[in-house]
């Protein structure tokens, strides 16, 4: 049944840790570091077993790992990470393998059995895969698998890429409920003062507004992987947006993730409180992709971000873009750049560009037919956190 309700594992008080780990933790050298596996996966374990004897309820670890490209280019003759997607893609298949035969064997060493779970985008662009996606991850949670997720990097090509799996991690996190997120890379936590001192500067301890955090980012990558920092921030804003807080810490600390959730204060943590949205508005808000805007005027505006009220033709100036019915769109005030809010409209972008600035009473004039009086119903409208950046109450 694909819309069945909340699986078991989302109705409990959630014990779901996504923890993302970067290739440069898992693959340093570009050659899989097979004892920073066996270590990580020892820490999970133990991290397993603490929370099972203190609360009762298992931990249930989701992993997203990374390390599939940075595992299986030498065995394609490459000196380098390849640059070019086919390489990428074909060096991914490779490695992907040989991640997975890694983890399945050092999980095996503490009687914890493995999943490979990959997806792209689309996977959570469309609802229908989204819940399926969900309903996997959930079962195999309740089974006592431990999912481990990549991006389907040998068959996703631009425009189905989801980029770097910080942001996979983060949907993830908001996929499954999480109760929190920890992405454990190269890099300690979030350095002070990165760009005169480098790894040598002190490390925040708790980030409360992303925009500073922001400002203290240089965006640099270690090397082997994709996120960089700029891209860890974006996928806690995504992480945050689904009332998940999330951690930053090095994946090389002894017994990392066993401490940070004994509660130990390691890396950068970013409890940054956001509104809790039900699943499928998160859904449509970061997970499914836009395809259009529909410009509004400052009176919509108004009316859709301090009455929760629903979009309806008079208020939208100009369409943008191409798009069905049922399709997302962003919504953006025609004074501002930024989208305010994401919907799934009940009219396609002809319809649309046909009723626009008009009273709903017209639409059957107009068009010969109503499909329904609003654009973008309430219950179909999402508003986009500005930058996640909410302070803490
Ligand atoms: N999916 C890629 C891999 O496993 C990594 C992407 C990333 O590091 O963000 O090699």
Request: proline share 4%; with cysteine.
């Amino acid at each position: 049944m694909l819309f069945s309700g909340p699986h078991s594992a989302l109705q409990s008080v959630s014990t779901i840790v996504v923890i993302k780990v970067g290739s440069a933790v898992l693959a340093p050298q570009g050659e899989l570091d097979v004892r920073a596996v066996a270590a990580l996966a020892s820490d999970i374990a133990q991290a397993c077993a603490a929370s099972r004897d203190a609360t009762g309820l298992p931990l249930r670890p989701v992993l997203v790992s990374s390390g599939a490209i940075a595992s299986g280019f030498r065995a394609l003759g490459l000196q380098t990470p390849p640059k070019t997607i086919v390489l990428k893609q074909a060096a991914a298949a490779v490695g992907q393998a040989r991640l997975m035969a890694a983890w399945g064997k050092a999980f095996a060493k503490h009687g914890l059995t493995t999943a490979q779970v990959l997806l792209t985008a689309d996977d959570l662009d469309h609802r229908t895969r989204h819940l399926n996606a969900r309903n996997t991850l959930c079962a195999l949670l309740d089974q006592g698998v431990i999912p481990i997720i990549n991006e389907n990097d040998s068959v996703s090509f631009a425009e189905i890429k989801l980029g770097d799996n910080d942001r996979l991690s983060a949907l993830v996190a908001g996929l499954v409920s999480a109760s929190r997120l920890i992405i454990l890379s190269t890099a300690q936590g979030l350095y002070s003062d990165f760009a005169t001192k480098g790894v040598g500067s002190p490390i925040v301890p708790v980030v409360t507004s992303l925009s500073q955090a922001r400002a203290l980012v240089t965006n640099s990558t270690s090397g082997v992987g994709t996120g960089g920092f700029g891209a860890k921030l974006d996928a806690i804003a995504i992480a945050a947006a689904a009332g998940v807080p999330a951690t930053i810490a090095g994946g090389a600390v002894p017994r990392v993730v066993s401490r940070l959730l004994a509660g130990e204060q390691l890396g950068t943590h970013f409890p940054l409180s956001t509104r809790r949205v039900g699943a499928r508005k998160r859904w449509i808000a970061l997970a499914s992709r836009s395809k259009g805007t529909l410009v509004i005027d400052a009176g919509a505006a108004r009316a859709i971000l301090r009455k929760g009220a629903s979009l309806l033709p008079s208020g939208i100036r100009h369409v943008e873009g191409t798009f069905t019915r049922g399709a997302t769109v962003d919504v953006r005030e025609e004074s501002s750049p930024g989208a305010i809010a994401r919907g799934r409209v009940a009219y396609d972008a002809s319809e649309v560009r046909r009723i626009a600035g008009h009273r709903s009473k017209d639409i059957a004039s107009l068009l010969g037919y109503v499909y329904r009086d609003e654009v973008i119903h309430r219950d179909d409208l999402t508003l986009l956190p500005a930058d996640a950046d909410q302070e803490k109450p």
